[in-house]
């Protein structure tokens, strides 16, 4: 497969054969759903429904997480601590990739799972996090779900990319009748986006880098339920490889315009946090 894919890049447009490129970036690719139950103050009509949201598998000194955008966690936990709806159930959904192992996905005790999320407009930061243990890692693995991991983040400031793709799941397509218990049935879409090298002023200013990209004109989905979801860049020289090099995390509708936060600075982010955190701890004791 991965080599049919570096003849398709060298030879044809990847446009043509969205099957491959779904069958490659999913093996990155953890969908987390939440069934739901609306409480009777919700402004929703349907009470029973799922929440689903794209994750990737980062690592971080050995450590593991489910990376998403932060608003994304952020709007759930006010809705849990307002109490606007209760989570019956959760799973994480692994099954998009080439080298599945399984179809079925994997019970998670979401509400256990230590989760962190920062949102912050003015240092342009929407990272949203999930800590795993070892044992959902150890599943995830086993499905052959491949990690973020520093050697993946810490140099591509080095690197230029010649096409972009956005994978997620769009709300229109994933937001039906909940799935019986035991499987997922989850659409996700892949997009591809033009980089667009300066953010607009009138779109985002931060004091961090983010990606900025172009929607097609002509695509008919609208885009909410995609953020959280992993931007993919290729490049064919020196070699012909792709990276995950952002997380999506806003979108302008009418500009056709999507940002997210950019991998190495997340990466880099949540190593520095992880370093203090180790400081205090031997300061501590």
Not at 217 to 229: H, K
Not at 231 to 253: D, K, N
Request: hydrophobic share 45%.
């Amino acid at each position: 497969m991965l080599e049919r894919f570096r003849e398709i890049v060298l030879s044809d447009t990847l446009l043509n054969h969205p099957e491959i490129l779904l069958d490659l970036f999913g093996r990155h690719l953890v969908a987390v759903l939440l069934r739901i139950v609306d409480s009777p103050k919700s402004l929703s009509t349907d009470p029973n429904r799922q929440i689903v949201f794209p994750c990737v598998l980062l690592c971080v000194q050995d450590k593991f997480f489910l990376l998403t955008a932060g608003h994304v966690i952020q709007q759930i936990e006010l809705a849990l601590t307002s109490a606007l709806f209760q989570v019956k159930s959760a799973l994480l959904v692994d099954v998009f990739g080439m080298d599945k192992v399984t179809d079925y996905p994997i019970p998670f005790e979401f509400l256990r799972a230590v989760r962190h999320n920062v949102v912050d407009d003015v240092r342009g930061l929407d990272i949203g996090l999930i800590e795993l243990d070892d044992y959902y890692v150890r599943l995830l693995k086993a499905n052959r779900i491949l990690p973020v991991a520093e050697v993946n983040w810490a140099h591509q400031h080095n690197i230029e990319f010649e096409q972009y793709f956005v994978l997620g799941f769009p709300l229109e397509l994933n937001a039906g009748t909940i799935p019986i218990p035991g499987q997922a049935a989850l659409s996700p879409v892949l997009v591809p986006v033009q980089h667009i090298d300066q953010v607009p002023d009138d779109v985002c200013r931060a004091d961090n880098e983010r990606f900025c990209g172009k929607l097609p004109d002509d695509m008919p989905l609208n885009f909410e339920g995609m953020s959280g979801g992993p931007i993919f860049g290729i490049r064919t020289v020196p070699r012909v490889e792709y990276w995950i090099v952002a997380i999506q995390s806003a979108w302008y509708s009418q500009r056709k315009l999507i940002v997210g936060n950019r991998v190495p600075t997340i990466g880099w982010l949540v190593s520095w946090v992880m370093d203090q955190m180790s400081k205090d701890q031997k300061a501590q004791s």
